[in-house]
């Protein structure tokens, strides 16, 4: 049969364009980010998403219709909750929540109809996996083209272009001929070098049509998403320096070529009579129009679970009493970010201590800097992954003598571990070195083993607590051959007036600010930075801490801040600090350089931390339903435990962000699940700070919400597995297991304890202290905050100045009054 079609070029590459656009960045496991993995498809509604993913690649995006039902019975799912959905929903065919109900309970539900690529075809009529073999194919090839040096070899072509390196090593690869597709090789040789071209030599002989191509195309990449997504963070990378890439269209070639193979090479007549008659039934697919009564009823049910945790919240701030306490004069005020394990730890530190404000900011607090550790030549970003650094800071300790002495003992460091790994991977060395040397480690490994030692050395063990405690950042500005560092005054001035601005800090100032970073402490855990900063690319937050107390407490930015009318009084002085989110520990920096009097004066501070970290020590172990006695042994046990799979819980829960000052929450239990940020609408000149809130943490935010949701509902193509079965593959990710596809999303285990789910599917609900019009301002000038929100992946709500919740967002600009 004559299979062939044309799609006109312009179109066919718009089309592949598209569709690469809609697949969302992997970051590598050294720098994990939260992301949305819908972020490429906000423009639509979250319930057409729904439906296309269901008939693209069988992905969910609701639990099973049991979890639902538990709610109901549970109470959490009222029926008012399920009344005001259905009241919105037009279609569906129930006359009220009880025939709902009645319906769901005695539903006969049908498989849905989903697409199927040439991979599904092949494997029914030849009863071979064909789909595991092409994501075998690619992994082992991907592994070895993106290796990041885990490998000892080098892979072949790997300086050449992704499709061009990926078509020279299969054209010479036997193995497709060894497994059944023979002549697979000679295709490849006849099909065109370039990736565009390929492409349309791909579609033309598939005879894909112009209609059906953006549908297939979405499929292909879905069901290989795992190296789509971390191929499209290259793409990411290139356009946020404002160049051009195309790596993930060049994917799209090697995926469409496999598809080729699998169709031309196998000879089957009735694959492609299938083929044929699956094309014509996906041309008549219309997306708009919902045909699985399965998913139009889990989706109005997750929708009345929204609706029910945003009532619950509404509920919780509305009765709210504020704090009658009688007025202290503040000693200090200490900002977090606004993560949502900070709530925790905030809330008990108001509790020890009143005369301690708290404050939530974004945790690289208003400094997005690049930070070059001492030793190092390269530096991470300490930044959330929409913002491109300013300035690049290197660490230093000012004892010159002590500086040269962590210098050479980082470069001693990074070369030993280069040294043992080449002597445990070499060819000949492994042998001498698990069998003699091997033994040596039998002690370490006993005590690794219970706990009593670490099987990771921390940074501080590397150069020894003196020389760790005496680190500093240099804001010098230096301007080297390569790179220049430091921040010069007048930018200092910038950065420092912004933030307190940002952070409603502009008078009140205690004697002390801490500044308080985060950081995760656990071992053996390949996703460990995703337990950092969720946004900042898995750094911790202390260099910005350190750089912004720098700044802080330059006299000459404070002669200039003073100018401006914020006035910080001579005897405050900013601390940076580190919150280690597994320990709940405050580490403080160059406390030391306090005088006798400052330090007298700053212990109360730091019983009052030592008391709130034991406190939220013990709230967090109610999580993980621990049978010891012991808080603190529980705690620390974790961190060092190398098999342990929940060291902490991480964001788990996170389903809800507060934008308004501390009196709106101060007197509310939010469980460790909200993002807090302080915000005070009279002071912002211009509503630039709800500008800027609304379109980089309320968008971070948001994309934290949606990997948890995501990795709940659908842990198969937006997970990462089971832990236990994670290999680390090219130091970009984790397989699960020895081969598939590379896993993208959280492991199961960071959002279920085995018993229960410790993150619920809740999208986001954002309730904002400020004006209506002023928020409306914000949403019709950043298209893609408002498409947010107008298809339903956030929930928008707004607080008046009583600080009751008493408008919902409806889309399009509008709002509703909240009735209850």
Not at 34 to 63: C, W, Y
Not at 189 to 195: G, L
Not at 398 to 425: E, G, I
Request: hydrophobic content about 40%; glycine content about 6%.
């Amino acid at each position: 049969m004559d299979n062939k079609t044309s799609i006109n070029k312009k179109h066919l590459f718009e089309i592949v364009n598209d569709a690469a656009k809609k697949v969302a960045p992997l970051w590598p496991l050294e720098n994990f980010v939260a992301v949305n993995p819908f972020m490429g498809m906000s423009d639509k509604s979250f319930n057409r998403v729904a439906h296309e993913l269901s008939i693209t690649a069988d992905i969910q995006m609701t639990l099973p219709t049991a979890f639902y039902l538990q709610k109901i019975d549970e109470g959490t799912i009222k029926e008012t909750d399920l009344a005001a959905i259905l009241d919105r929903k037009q279609h569906h065919n129930y006359s009220d929540v009880d025939d709902f109900i009645h319906a769901l309970k005695n539903y006969k539900y049908e498989d849905a109809r989903s697409f199927q690529l040439v991979v599904d075809l092949a494997s029914e009529l030849t009863g071979k996996d064909w789909d595991r073999y092409v994501k075998h194919r690619i992994t082992t090839w991907a592994t070895s083209y993106f290796d990041k040096g885990q490998a000892s070899w080098q892979a072949s072509f790997t300086g050449e272009k992704l499709f061009h390196a990926w078509k020279k090593e299969a054209e010479i690869d036997r193995t497709s001929d060894i497994s059944g597709i023979r002549g697979f090789r000679r295709l490849l040789k006849a099909m065109p070098d370039d990736h565009l071209l390929a492409i349309e030599y791909a579609c033309e002989t598939l005879g894909i049509n112009q209609k059906v191509l953006p549908i297939y195309l979405q499929s292909l990449l879905l069901r290989n998403g795992g190296w789509a997504a971390f191929i499209a963070k290259i793409d990411w990378d290139a356009k946020l320096k404002g160049e051009e890439s195309n790596v993930l269209t060049q994917f799209v070639a090697i995926l469409l070529t496999m598809e080729l193979g699998l169709f031309s090479c196998i000879k089957n007549h009735e694959l492609m009579n299938r083929w044929d008659s699956n094309m014509r039934n996906l041309s008549d697919i219309e997306f708009d129009n919902m045909t699985n009564g399965q998913l139009v009823n889990n989706l109005i049910l997750q929708e009345a679970f929204d609706h029910a945790k945003q009532r619950e919240l509404i509920e919780k701030l509305n009765m709210a009493s504020p704090t009658k306490e009688n007025k202290v004069k503040v000693k200090a005020q200490a900002i977090f970010c606004i993560d949502v394990r900070s709530e925790v730890f905030r809330r008990n530190l108001e509790h020890v201590d009143n005369a301690i404000e708290t404050l939530g900011f974004a945790g690289f607090f208003g400094f997005p800097v690049k930070h070059v550790p001492i030793g190092q030549k390269e530096g991470d970003d300490h930044c959330p992954a929409l913002i491109t650094t300013s300035h690049t800071i290197e660490e230093y300790i000012p004892d010159s003598d002590l500086n040269k002495r962590a210098f050479n003992s980082s470069k001693l460091f990074t070369q030993f571990q280069q040294l043992v790994k080449t002597f445990k991977s070499g060819a000949i060395t492994c042998f001498s070195f698990v069998s003699p040397l091997g033994l040596s480690f039998l002690p370490k490994l006993f005590t690794d083993s219970f706990g009593l030692t670490s099987p990771v050395k921390k940074p501080s063990s590397q150069f020894g607590d003196k020389i760790e405690s005496k680190k500093a950042v240099n804001l010098s500005t230096i301007s080297g051959a390569e790179i220049t560092t430091g921040i010069p005054l007048e930018d200092r001035v910038k950065l420092a007036k912004n933030a307190l601005k940002a952070m409603s800090l502009t008078s009140g100032f205690g004697e002390f600010v801490l500044i308080v970073g985060h950081a995760a402490d656990m071992v053996n855990n390949p996703h460990a930075s995703g337990y950092d900063c969720g946004a900042c690319g898995g750094r911790s937050g202390a260099p910005n801490a350190k750089v912004a107390a720098k700044v802080l407490n330059d006299v000459k930015v404070r002669e200039a801040l003073n100018v401006d009318g914020i006035n910080t009084p001579k005897e405050t002085v900013f601390m940076a600090c580190l919150h280690n989110t597994t320990t709940d520990e405050i580490k403080v920096y160059h406390e030391d350089e306090l005088d006798a009097d400052k330090l007298n004066a700053f212990q109360s501070v730091k019983e009052s931390l030592a008391m709130a970290g034991h406190l939220t020590r013990a709230e967090r172990l109610l999580r993980f339903q621990s049978e010891g006695d012991d808080v603190n042994k529980e705690i620390f046990k974790r961190t060092k435990d190398w098999s342990q799979v929940r060291p902490e819980w991480g964001l788990a829960g996170c389903s809800s962000f507060v934008v308004a000052s501390r009196e709106r929450t101060k007197a509310v239990n939010l469980d460790g699940k909200t993002f807090l940020h302080s915000y005070n609408w009279q002071q912002d000149e211009n509503f630039a700070v709800l500008e800027s809130i609304m379109t980089a943490p309320m968008v971070v935010t948001n994309w934290i919400n949606l990997q948890y949701f995501a990795s709940t509902v659908d842990n198969l193509h937006f997970g990462s597995g089971n832990k236990t079965l994670h290999n680390v593959s090219a130091g970009v990710g984790v397989l699960e297991g020895y081969s598939g596809d590379l896993r993208v999303g959280l492991p199961w285990q960071a959002v279920h304890d085995g018993e229960k789910y410790q993150h619920e599917p809740v999208r986001l609900k954002v309730v904002i202290e400020a004006p209506i019009e002023a928020m409306n301002k914000v949403l019709a000038k950043h298209d893609n905050v408002k498409q947010l929100c107008d298809n339903g992946w956030l929930q928008l709500l707004a607080m008046n100045e009583e600080g009751r919740v008493d408008q919902r967002y409806n889309g399009n600009l509008q709002w509703n009054p909240i009735e209850q």
